[in-house]
């Protein structure tokens, strides 16, 4: 049916505040991304699950962050105790394929955090 | 770790003109995507490109894949404003252990003056 799908799509935060972000990924996508964007720069891989297993976190920037898809399909992304340098979009994306480069990732419209 | 350099920064060019992106790599690549970015919008995916020397082609747009897989380049032959956004290449390092980590280039800003 529709592509990726993200909520909210608009979130602020109080500094210290704990956040939760959704992502409905493509119905019998295998992979999911999520990836952080600052303004004007590229986006930065967070975290990729295969199915329900969470097989690469190198990029979460502290253990503020945590990432979940227990069913294999929707992904939660929270993080703790938020501070300013949190503010940015949040994407998430999904790919039919396993890995990543493998097939095109098809991207939800982001939440865009500020941490005020 | 992986390192992609994406130049130009920005390009401003006149609707009619041609417009070029290169994205350069310290490591071997596996293979190489483009995304399309418009002002507000989310990345959308243009093509992938695989093997070595590869040279693919969308109506205006042509990519390539450098003979070393190290390169790529993205050519948009007589731009339109339709073409204004922010264009990336994002790449998997060849043998790398990171299976998921696509990694993306900081994007070349392409604004055309009608």
């Known amino acids: 049916g529709a592509g990726v799908s993200q909520s909210p799509r608009y979130k602020v935060a109080k500094r210290g505040q704990d956040v939760a972000l959704r992502c409905d990924p493509i119905?019998?996508?295998?992979?999911l991304f999520w990836y952080q964007q600052a303004l004007g720069q590229g986006p930065e891989f967070l975290t990729y699950?295969?199915?329900?297993?969470?097989?690469?976190k190198s990029g979460l920037p502290s253990d503020r962050f945590f990432a979940e898809r227990p069913e294999g399909s929707v992904s939660t992304l929270k993080i703790q105790r938020t501070q300013q340098e949190d503010s940015a979009v949040y994407l998430c994306?999904?790919?039919?394929?396993?890995?990543?480069?493998?097939?095109?990732?098809?991207f939800g419209n982001g939440t865009r955090l500020t941490v005020t | 770790g992986q390192q992609v350099m994406q130049i130009p920064q920005y390009q401003h060019v006149q609707e009619g003109e041609d417009f070029t992106t290169y994205c350069n790599s310290s490591?071997?690549?596996?293979?190489i995507q483009w995304y399309k970015q418009r002002p507000g919008g989310h990345p959308v995916f243009l093509i992938q490109?695989?093997?070595?020397?590869e040279v693919k082609k969308q109506k205006r747009l042509t990519f390539q894949f450098g003979e070393a897989k190290k390169n790529s380049s993205l050519h948009i032959t007589a731009t339109q404003t339709t073409d204004v956004g922010t264009y990336f290449c994002?790449?998997?390092?060849?043998?790398?252990?990171?299976?998921?980590?696509?990694?993306f280039g900081q994007g070349t800003i392409l604004t055309v003056h009608p």
């Open positions: 119905s019998g996508h295998v992979s």
């Open positions: 699950f295969q199915n329900e297993a969470q097989l690469d």
């Open positions: 490109l695989v093997k070595s020397g």
């Open positions: 490591t071997t690549l596996s293979n």
């Open positions: 994002a790449v998997r390092r060849s043998g790398g252990t990171s299976y998921g980590k696509l990694t």
């Open positions: 994306a999904s790919s039919l394929e396993r890995g990543a480069g493998n097939s095109p990732l098809h």
